[in-house]
């Protein structure tokens, strides 16, 4: 399954939303610190993360730790960035890829850069900065997740059917 990195996020509430989307989809989450919060459990529990529970949730002390046991596990990263060359749609994505999203600030730096296999990004109208960090890192998982079939199987159907 593709998993998602959150590189030193700044800001709690788009680390929670990513949080909860990886949970709800059965991926896994890699938070690359220094982060500008707290990440610990306890923390995101305490801000009402209730889905904190469910997600599979690891961290990384530095880029260089990350980058070691992901080099060590065998993954390719890809970053979603504003001027990844590629669009995230036509880009093959695989099934062990790491889709990495950078701070909400500042990107990630020249050493995530070079250390990356690819850059993609998804398209958006001239003259606009960027998208929320959250809806990009969505946007980027759901296409590499829809290209390795790798969406949850369809659970029992929820509420009352519409007639």
């Not at 002390?61 to 990350?66: E, I, K, L, T």
């Not at 900065?129 to 959250?134: C, K, W």
């Amino acid at each position: 399954m593709p998993r998602l990195a959150l590189y030193q996020p700044d800001i709690p509430q788009n680390a929670g939303t990513m949080i909860r989307m990886a949970a709800c989809l059965g991926i896994a989450v890699d938070i690359v610190e220094p982060a500008a919060f707290d990440v610990s459990v306890r923390n995101f529990r305490r801000s009402g993360m209730d889905y904190i529970e469910r997600a599979a949730v690891s961290r990384h002390d530095s880029f260089a730790a990350f980058e070691a046991w992901r080099r060590t596990a065998g993954h390719r990263l890809i970053l979603a960035e504003t001027d990844g060359p590629v669009r995230h749609l036509d880009f093959a994505f695989l099934p062990g890829d790491i889709v990495m999203v950078g701070r909400e600030s500042a990107g990630v730096g020249a050493e995530v850069y070079a250390a990356a296999d690819a850059a993609v990004h998804v398209p958006m109208r001239p003259g606009l900065r960027s998208l929320n960090v959250a809806l990009a890192a969505a946007m980027v998982i759901g296409e590499a997740l829809r290209q390795v079939n790798g969406y949850p199987a369809e659970g029992e159907p929820r509420g009352i059917p519409l007639l």
